[in-house]
Nanobody, 123 residues
Framework: QVHLVESGGGLVQAGGSLRLSCAAS????????MGWFRQAPGKEREFVAG????????YYADSVKGRFTISRDNAKNTVYLQMNSLKPEDTAVYYC????????????????WGQGTQVTVSS
């Protein structure tokens, strides 16, 4: 498996931006599909964005399309989530995850998880 550590969360006003980073251990990072999930208080964990092993293909939840961008730098073993035009409903703990099923939006398809980073968007 891989060890994942998220960073970059914080408090922003609605309309603002944040860039989350997820640093991965090991030298097999490029073999994993990577994804971002989030979980708000009282809510189920939900898919946010995914990216192929090469980084060439991405997919998103409808709620974040056009606002969030997932990317990866395999040379740095890092995945990013650029979040623009943030809304209060984006408030959640954001988790980085590694899996093997490209295109999956299901958390059980991702076997490795980071500890999460809090994103709070005020209105």
């Amino acid at each position: 498996q891989v060890h994942l550590v998220e960073s970059g969360g914080g408090l922003v006003q609605a309309g603002g931006s944040l860039r989350l980073s997820c640093a991965a251990s090991g030298r097999t990072f490029s073999s994993y599909v990577m994804g971002w999930f989030r979980q708000a208080p009282g809510k189920e964990r939900e898919f946010v964005a995914g990216i192929s092993r090469s980084g060439h293909v991405t997919y998103y939840a409808d709620s974040v399309k056009g606002r969030f961008t997932i990317s990866r730098d395999n040379a740095k073993n890092t995945v990013y989530l650029q979040m623009n035009s943030l809304k209060p409903e984006d408030t959640a703990v954001y988790y980085c995850a590694a899996g093997t099923s490209f295109g999956s939006r299901i958390y059980t398809d991702f076997g490795s998880w980071g500890q999460g980073t809090q994103v709070t968007v005020s209105s």
